[in-house]
């Protein structure tokens, strides 16, 4: 059974960061791409970051660049995200994701809310 965790949201002022984690269980982690996804209010559901299995190729959507960093401890069956430079536009919930096969998994999300 595939399951995804994540934690470390909050709340934290412009400019300020957060290090998002997501702890996989139920499949070959290792052997998976992992992406970063968030969802603002009234929103759709956007791609944040993507990283391959062996961590070698990464992808991040163009509002985070040289702001956010993906990386995976494989030993850990673990992702994160780290933010930086947060501004109020990054207010989001932040889903973990996996595709195996033809379905795609979520974890249950994780609040991250940038005001001063």
């Known amino acids: 059974q595939v399951q995804l965790v994540e934690s470390g949201g909050g709340l934290v002022q412009p400019g300020g960061s957060l290090r998002l984690s997501c702890v996989a269980s139920?499949?070959?982690?290792?052997?998976?791409?992992m992406s970063w996804y968030r969802q603002a209010p009234g929103k759709e559901r956007e791609l944040v970051a993507r990283?391959?299995?062996?961590?070698?190729?990464?992808k991040y959507a163009d509002s985070v660049k040289g702001r956010f960093t993906i990386s995976r401890d494989n030993a850990k069956n673990t992702i994160y995200l780290q933010m930086n430079s947060l501004k109020p536009e990054d207010t989001a919930i932040y889903y973990c994701?996996?595709?195996?096969?033809?379905?795609?998994?979520w974890g249950q999300g994780t609040q991250v809310t940038v005001s001063s």
């Open positions: 994701s996996v595709q195996i096969l033809l379905r795609r998994y």
């Open positions: 990283i391959t299995g062996a961590g070698v190729e990464i």
């Open positions: 139920g499949f070959t982690f290792s052997n998976y791409f």
